[in-house]
């Protein structure tokens, strides 16, 4: 892992998202090198905070079991939320006719969720901080300039590819959850209750 590239990008993102994005199209580095140097360190961190703050905090009642199930589940939702979204942004992109490889989608999807998976970090530590969640809406000001520095698409179809992003992150978000809250919680009350 490039500690150096973790730090540097997130604090490039939140700081000045436009120079960053001139700095990953200049260095055109693959999707799996974000993925493991920027994406799944953020996703570790967002899982252990997950764990700690269900054992510390909110689970009082249920085994420590139950509060490692949840660490694992959101490690398992942001995973799966991110992938999707980039894979359906993707074939969006190929639909409008910018024809953009998975690796391009990917980079301004996770650049995106950064401001994201940092207020996700706080709050599932401390449940009481869940209004800094407002912040995360500064993602939707890097997926703007990503769009546009990585794509270029005409004016209305880069407003079109930030709604279908948009709209693709939540609907996957509630919907995975959902589902991966109805497995957990039965795997837990099934097994190790």
Known sequence: MDFNFLVRSVKGIILDPLNVWDVIHAENKNASYFSRNLLFPLLI???VSAFLGSFFFTN????ASYSILTGVKYFALFFLVIYGTAFIFKEVTNTFGLSKDFSCSFKIIVCSVVPFLLCQIATSLFESFVFINILAFYGLYILWTGIE???????????????SASITFIALLFLTNW???????????????
């Open 179 to 193: 589902i991966l809250t109805l497995v957990f919680d039965k795997l837990y009350f099934s097994i190790f209750a």
């Open 149 to 163: 520095k990585l794509i270029e698409p005409p004016g209305r179809k880069k407003t079109l590819l930030m709604i």
């Open 60 to 63: 009082t009642v249920l085994k």
């Open 45 to 47: 961190l967002a899982s």
